[in-house]
């Protein structure tokens, strides 16, 4: 836990996160507010513009919530976009709000700049006194047997830090996972994207635009950083040596954008381009999430096509799934195995749950970017000449809410669970019509001695809930922990129990009082039992 710096020694930090995107900037949050010291570097000087995601998910919402970061970001999000989808001659609107999901408080998808999210996280950490350090490298890092080892240049000169823990959020090129020597499973797309901030005259109206044509698609968002609208559109790919996968390239005339803007149907004429770049794409998976005390997240543990808005979304979803796990292993034994808590049957069930999620969101972005994107025979048939056609149908089948719905589901990782954790523990007896251990904890109104309240409202603040149904036993008394805490649902009936982890996914549960069960299983992750149950 100490940085050396020439001849002085300091204690500064149990987790040292390398990368101040939304990923870093979510886990050192998440570590934060679940006791650990946490230090982020960032090798770049200035925030990385322009953004390249803009859609937040309703899943990614919720796991903020507790950080108290979500108002903020809603804020600065359009909550109820509409979109217009072109198909041939033919336009269907839709809209993205008030879905069918009675289960969340955020049934929408949100259109929001990466940059706006970067600056709601960044403010956060600084009002709990942490700074992000810009113009900060990680030379190397390694395991030492009793931590984590890095070397860190900056212009106050090099410098080595000792601590237990390093997560590298610095994307596809990751210096910390080439330093963990894990390997890469991954290969480039034959498509590209082209992205540009640009004025058009010629057209109307403010909703986002996607138009769908032999070659690919193009989307047109009113979330320009530099102009009023964001191009973004899929190509077959230049090629070219060198590639920076996921970054930014050259410039593409504009003569080219006209051209696809025409290609795609549209009279609208670029009357001002602010900036324009090729961004070469790969599809690839860490064959590890950890090694040791050297952890990967975001795009440093897997990259995805642009399809279903994936990136920045499940890269907080690691981040808050690894940064409560980092925190109560920094305040544990540090290392060892004590009173039940071994901490590495908690760090290693992030790589279990996580890379499980992304090997399933892998498959799934790249069965939607060939349809999105394919220069193929097929996927342009589809695209050219199926799409119009069924066109007619389009309107009914988004009629259909719950259809709608339980598509959002799937993209936003509602439905992702981690039944398989080493985590995740079925209590004695068994409770029936409860979420079962892994899963997600839905939103619900619940009665908690007064008037009813939305359940996820009361979970919003850092740490585990026990929520106890009206007739359970209280929890032995044990000396508390401020990590804990314990609600009774005065409107559910039974005697069982729910374990609620900080992330939102239910640990354990069991139908009865199981003392030894629940104690067990909050040693497995760190949690000392119990304070006094709120009424």
Request: aromatic share 4%.
């Amino acid at each position: 836990m100490v940085a050396h710096t020439g001849q002085n020694v300091t204690a500064v930090v149990d987790v040292l996160v390398v990368g101040a995107g939304t990923t870093g900037l979510a886990l050192a949050l998440q570590a934060h507010a679940h006791g650990a010291r946490v230090r982020v570097v960032e090798r770049r000087l200035e925030p990385f513009r322009p953004s390249r995601a803009l859609i937040v998910h309703p899943r990614t919402l919720e796991v903020l919530r507790p950080l108290g970061v979500t108002d903020a970001l809603l804020e600065q999000a359009d909550t109820a976009p509409k979109v217009h989808l072109h198909l041939g001659s033919r336009v269907v609107e839709t809209g993205l709000a008030d879905l069918a999901l009675p289960d969340t408080a955020f049934p929408h998808l949100s259109l929001m700049r990466q940059t706006d999210v970067e600056t709601v996280l960044t403010r956060a950490l600084t009002d709990r006194g942490v700074t992000v350090e810009r113009g900060t490298e990680l030379l190397t890092a390694l395991d030492d047997g009793d931590g984590a080892r890095g070397v860190l240049r900056s212009r106050h000169g090099v410098e080595e830090i000792c601590c237990p823990f390093v997560v590298g959020c610095d994307g596809p090129a990751s210096a910390v996972r080439a330093c963990a020597g894990i390997g890469w499973h991954g290969r480039p797309y034959a498509e590209e994207v082209v992205l540009a901030d640009l004025d058009l005259g010629g057209t109307s109206g403010t909703d986002a635009q996607v138009f769908a044509g032999r070659r690919g698609l193009l989307f047109l968002f009113p979330l320009g950083e530099q102009a009023a609208w964001r191009l973004l559109a899929t190509r077959a790919s230049a090629g070219g040596a060198g590639q920076d996968f996921g970054q930014p390239g050259p410039a593409v005339p504009e003569a080219e954008l006209q051209r696809l803007l025409d290609d795609a149907g549209m009279t609208a004429r670029i009357e001002r381009l602010a900036w324009s770049a090729r961004v070469p794409l790969q599809c690839g998976l860490a064959r590890r999430f950890r090694r040791e005390r050297l952890f990967l997240a975001g795009d440093a543990a897997h990259t995805y096509s642009p399809a279903t808005g994936q990136g920045m979304n499940a890269g907080i979803q690691d981040a808050v799934n690894l940064g409560w796990k980092l925190g109560f292993a920094a305040s544990g034994t540090g290392g060892g195995s004590a009173d039940g808590f071994d901490v590495e049957v908690l760090l290693d069930s992030y790589d279990r749950e996580r890379r499980a999620a992304a090997h399933r969101r892998l498959l799934l972005t790249h069965t939607a970017f060939w349809a999105e994107a394919s220069t193929g025979r097929l996927p342009s048939w589809l695209r050219a000449v199926a799409a119009p056609r069924a066109a007619p149908a389009v309107p009914v089948l988004l009629g259909r809410r719950r259809l709608v719905a339980e598509a959002v589901r799937t993209l936003s990782q509602l439905r992702v669970n981690y039944r398989r954790s080493p985590l995740s523990v079925e209590g004695t007896p068994p409770l029936r019509g409860a979420p079962r251990p892994g899963d997600r904890l839905p939103d619900a109104a619940v009665g908690v001695g007064g008037a009813a309240q939305r359940l996820h409202g009361l979970l919003a603040r850092p740490g585990v809930h026990l929520l106890l149904q009206r007739d359970a036993a209280p929890p032995p008394d044990m000396p508390a922990d401020p990590r804990v805490t314990v609600l009774r649902l005065s409107n559910s009936p039974g005697r069982g129990l729910v374990a609620v982890r900080p992330d939102g996914h239910v640990g354990f549960r069991c139908g009865a009082a199981d003392p030894a069960g629940l104690t067990g299983w909050l040693s497995l992750i760190g949690a000392a039992p119990f304070p006094p149950v709120r009424p």
